[in-house]
Structure formats: C-alpha cells, structure tokens
C-alpha cells in the first residue's frame, strides 16, 4: 500500500472515530438523562458547536443543548447573520411597543422585511408570559428578527433553535419536525437573552438543584 493511500485511510479512520463519537455525544444529549455522563456530552457539543459556528471556544457559555437541539439567543443569531454578510436592522418608523418589522440587508440590496406584532403573540398564547409583559418591544424584535433571517438567509439558521422560541414554547412544526413532538421544559424562565445572558447558567444551576429526589411517603 502506497504512503499516499496509507495516509488516506487513516484520515478516512480518523474522521469515522470523529463522527462516531459526536455520534455519541447527541445520543446521550437526546436521551433527556441527568448523568454526568448525559450533562458530559451536552457540553461537549456545545465546544463542537460554536467551533463548527466559527466561534471561540468562550462562545460556549452562550449556546445550549436541549434535547440534542443547538440553542443560541437571538442576538447570536444576528451576529452569525452578519458574519455571512447579512444585516438586520428594525424599521424605527413602523415600530413600538405592539408591533415591530426587521429588515435583511445583503450589502445595500433589501433581501426582505418581517412583522411580528402583540396581536400575533396574543394569538400564540405568548403574551401574558414574564418577558412579554415586561418587555414586549425587546421580544417582538427578538421574534421579527429571528423570522427574517430564517426567511431571507435559512442557510444562517439551519439546525438553530433560539432561546427566546423555547422560552415561549414554539410548536415543533416551526423546526421542521413532523411528527416526535418536542418536550420542552416546563419551566417559563425569563430567557431574555437581549437583557441577561446568564439566564441559561441560572438555568444549568436549577437543573443541578433538582437532582436531590424528596423520600416517598411510605419511607417516612
């Protein structure tokens, strides 16, 4: 065997070791466990991620996995969006404190525009959550934004969930699932990336406080 195919197959082994083990890795994510082994993996991912992202490894602590879903803030999602050449950019004049419109720049080209208004997050049932109530203009260009570039730029927002639609419980069809309907959690943090990006440790912390199971009450 030459070196130059002894060379090719071991990078080909390399690559299926790789791949074997992010394998495992979103494996263990999904799997929804609590072991250290389950909570190892998710991090990991999130290493992987914003590598994968371009993004430097201290970038992890504004990612998260949730059931093996990547999930970034809307503000990173903008931020991804102009390092691909995009901009996002509200439209002051037609927005306020119920309605807000985004619009994708390519350049001086206008590749689009999105509305979200109060009535639509009323209508969603998302209006009397924490965020909606005290900050509804912060979460409308949260929402608007996010719509805009999966519109006008979907190869941004590919395999990204942001924090602001699992706060608000977005129905799974918005990711393209089909039929697995996605268990998100029960908790309505307020998951205000634009104002506290430590919301998602704060989270990590209640998590670990749960673990400590109460006696049943046939031990007492």
């Not at 206008?110 to 909606?132: I, M, P």
């Amino acid at each position: 065997m030459s070196v130059t195919r002894s060379m090719s197959v071991a990078l080909y082994d390399a690559d299926l070791d790789r791949l074997a083990r992010l394998g495992k890795w979103l494996a263990l994510a999904e799997s929804k466990g609590t072991s250290p082994e389950a909570k190892g993996a998710a991090a990991a991912l999130r290493f992987y991620y914003a590598q994968a992202l371009g993004l430097p490894p201290m970038a992890a602590a504004e990612l998260n996995v949730i059931d093996g879903k990547l999930v970034v803030s809307a503000l990173l999602l903008r931020a991804l969006a102009e390092e691909r050449g995009y901009r996002v950019e509200r439209d002051d004049g037609s927005s306020d404190e119920t309605t807000c419109t985004a619009i994708l720049y390519r350049g001086a080209n206008v590749l689009g525009e999105s509305t979200f208004t109060l009535e639509q997050a009323k209508q969603a049932g998302l209006a009397g959550k924490t965020n909606w109530r005290t900050y509804p203009g912060r979460m409308l260009w949260a929402r608007a934004s996010t719509n805009v570039i999966r519109d006008y730029a979907p190869a941004v927002a590919v395999g990204l969930v942001t924090a602001e639609e699992v706060a608000d419980k977005v129905e799974p069809a918005v990711f393209g699932e089909t039929s697995d309907e996605i268990d998100w959690p029960d908790d309505d943090q307020p998951d205000l990336y634009e104002a506290e990006q430590e919301q998602l440790e704060q989270g990590d912390a209640n998590e670990r406080g749960e673990e400590s199971d109460e006696p049943d009450d046939d031990s007492r």
